[in-house]
């Protein structure tokens, strides 16, 4: 389906990696802001990003059902059942389950938002260019109907990404510490 979005990636592991840039992108972005998009993906490359984002999602996880087999038979006690065994009992495993995952969620995405503000920061330093990096989170923000900021509690909990007014601010601090210099 066509959509107005842009957008970019680095997908694949070992000889597949590849870099995306999807047509929106390509068509609506000027050169130095494809620079910019391009030099924040391959820092993902770079530093390894997937790697770690792989290794910290199985530690949550691991933690997760740890805690899940902690927590489940005193649960099943507590609602009457014969234990956290009984068939009759999974959709409350199921519930408590996604109540954990859920209490992980601003670990991974502290993580993440880490690992995206690296990115960007690779970016900027790299091209050369903040005033492109800027221009292009706007360009992004524009077309994706993106939302400049957020609460501090939806963040936390929902965004793995850093705003895109975070982004821009970096980039215009970064810029007005090289004028500085």
């Known amino acids: 389906s066509k959509t107005s979005t842009a957008n970019a990636m680095i997908t694949g592991t070992g000889n597949t990696r590849r870099m995306i840039l999807g047509d929106t992108l390509l068509k609506s972005f ?6 910019a998009v391009m030099a924040h993906e391959l820092a993902h490359h770079n530093f390894r990003h997937m790697p770690q984002i792989l290794l910290l999602n199985s530690l949550i996880g691991m ?3 740890w805690l899940l087999s902690l927590i489940a038979p005193y649960v099943a006690e507590w609602l ?4 956290s065994s009984d068939p009759a009992f999974l959709p409350m495993l199921m519930i408590l389950t996604l109540m954990i995952m859920m209490l992980m969620e601003p670990i991974a995405n502290y993580h ?7 990115s960007d920061r690779y970016a900027v330093e790299v091209t ?23 609460s501090p509690m939806e963040y936390i909990w929902f965004w793995d990404h850093p705003t895109i007014g975070q982004r821009i601010e ?12």
């Open 80 to 83: 009457g059942y014969v234990n």
């Open 170 to 181: 970096f980039a215009e601090s970064y810029q007005q510490d090289a004028r500085a210099e």
């Open 128 to 150: 050369g260019k903040p005033e492109a990096f800027i221009r292009a989170m706007a360009r992004l923000a524009d077309q994706n109907l993106a939302v400049l900021r957020v």
């Open 63 to 65: 933690l997760s059902f």
């Open 30 to 35: 000027t050169a130095d802001e494809i620079e």
């Open 112 to 118: 993440t938002r880490t690992l995206e503000r690296q």
